[in-house]
Structures are given as structure tokens and as C-alpha cells.
């Protein structure tokens, strides 16, 4: 019998309960990217950790959807082809769909059974399109690191304003140092108080052996109105202040 896939909640920039710091954050990571891309050039960008379940999927989501948010065209590879979790994010939003293609995606891609248009997903909620992993191969090094990748990565570099790669840890596999030499520059997520500092220099070592540039990093499940940077009140104030200032735009 296979095996039962969970769907995970995606921590979505519309949702309602999602803080006002998160969506900023997520704003200015545009804004520096943007400002990146305009002086580098830099639109194909790997988003890895150290360890597994740092949040990266979920930060790879909500980047890709900031970027097409500002007018972008974007899309979105998983590039896990061993433990994949992108469709227990996404799977919910148009599941009939997601079934169809989750059997193709990038490794059927990869392996010659099918083409980019029949493989990815145009996910119209959420204004990006997706390209599932696709069955998980015996071989996913090997794949990633063949012709058909690079050609697929021309393709796309063609049709799309950014690439995001949602690969897996840096730190556990060399997958996501194979992945990076198609890319501009990786974004490395760490976990508050969780992700270890060992694991972190391991991770940011293993990058640059790979000779992949580290474009910056990201700081997940930090809450800033607990921190003793920014005070409650102080945060307070900032969110009034912001909202008064759109008023009526």
C-alpha cells in the first residue's frame, strides 16, 4: 500500500492570521533581490538549509508568490527528488490537477517521458507556476546534474523573470551543491533556536566548496514581537503608523 500523504498548511502571505512582520519580511527580501538582479543579473536562486524542516518549502512558496505579486513571471521547481514535500503544501489548492502532473514533473522531465508544458503547473491562485519533483528516481544526483537540466534551465531562463529552486539541505545530500551550479546565488534557511551553528558553518563550507555564491540568508520562525529588539509597543506604533499611511491610496 502506499503511503498516505498529509497535507501541510501552507503559511500563506494572504492568510489571515499571518503577521504583519512576516509579510514585510518577505517584501524586503524582494526589494533585495530585485536590487540584486538589476546589478547581477541574479534570477535563478537556489533556496536550501542545513537540516531538514527549517521551513525552506514555505519560504520558497512565499518567495516565489512576493515575486510574481510585483508583476514577475515566476516559477517554482522542486528539485527534492528523494523526499519531497512541495505537494503536501500545494496539493489542496487544486488536487485533481496536482495528481495529474505530481506522476510527471521534473524527473519525468529529466528522464525523457515528458515536456516542460505537460509537466508543470500553472498554480493561478497563488500567480506563479510550479513544477512538481515527479516520481523520486533511484538516481536524483545523477539527473540533476545531466544535460537535460541544464537544457530544461535554458528554457526556462527564457520564459521566466525568476527561477526558484527548492532544493534539499545542503548539509544532508549534494544535491542542492549539484543544483547550484545553474543558479545566481543561494539563499541559505536557518531556524531560530532550533538549527545548530555547527550545521550552519557546515552548510555555508559545503556552498562554497560547491562555488556557489551566497546571496544572504534567511531567519525562519523568529517572532519579533517577543524579541527584545523591537518591543511590542514599538511594533505596535510601526504597524499603526504603516496602515495610516496608506489610507486612502
Same mark, same amino acid.
Given at each position: 500500500m502506499g503511503k498516505v500523504r498529509k497535507h501541510i498548511r501552507l503559511n500563506s502571505l494572504s492568510g489571515e492570521e499571518t503577521s504583519f512582520a512576516y509579510v514585510? &519580511?518577505?517584501k524586503t527580501l524582494r526589494t533585495n533581490l530585485e536590487f540584486l538582479s538589476?546589478?547581477?543579473d541574479c534570477k535563478k536562486? +537556489?533556496?536550501t538549509s542545513p537540516l531538514a524542516e527549517e521551513g525552506k518549502t514555505n519560504v520558497s512558496i512565499n518567495l516565489a508568490v512576493t515575486l510574481a505579486d510585483a508583476g514577475k513571471k515566476v516559477i517554482l521547481l522542486d528539485c527534492d527528488l528523494r523526499r519531497s514535500i512541495l505537494e503536501d503544501y500545494l496539493s489542496s489548492e487544486d488536487k485533481n490537477k496536482w495528481n495529474k502532473q505530481f506522476t510527471k514533473g521534473l524527473s519525468g522531465i529529466l528522464?525523457? $517521458?515528458f515536456n516542460l508544458a505537460e509537466s508543470s503547473i500553472e498554480? $493561478? =491562485?497563488l500567480g506563479i507556476t510550479v513544477l512538481p519533483s515527479g516520481k523520486h528516481p533511484p538516481n536524483p544526483s545523477e539527473l540533476l546534474a545531466s544535460k537535460k537540466m541544464g537544457q530544461l534551465i535554458q528554457e526556462l531562463d527564457e520564459i521566466y523573470d525568476y527561477i526558484i529552486f527548492d532544493a534539499p539541505p545542503i548539509s544532508l545530500v549534494t544535491d542542492a551543491a549539484v543544483i547550484g551550479k545553474y543558479a545566481d546565488g543561494a539563499l541559505l534557511v536557518v531556524r531560530y533556536k532550533s538549527t545548530? +551553528?555547527?550545521m550552519i558553518k557546515k552548510a555555508m563550507e =559545503?556552498?562554497? =566548496? &560547491?562555488g556557489i555564491k551566497v546571496i544572504g540568508s534567511i531567519l525562519n520562525a523568529f517572532d519579533? $514581537? $517577543?524579541s527584545n529588539i523591537y518591543g511590542k509597543k514599538y511594533y505596535g506604533y510601526y504597524r499603526y503608523a504603516y496602515k495610516k499611511e496608506g489610507e486612502g491610496l
Open positions: 514585510e &519580511a518577505f538589476s546589478e547581477t536562486i +537556489v533556496v528522464c525523457g $517521458k498554480m $493561478k =491562485n545548530p +551553528v555547527v =559545503n556552498l562554497n =566548496n &560547491a519579533i $514581537k $517577543k
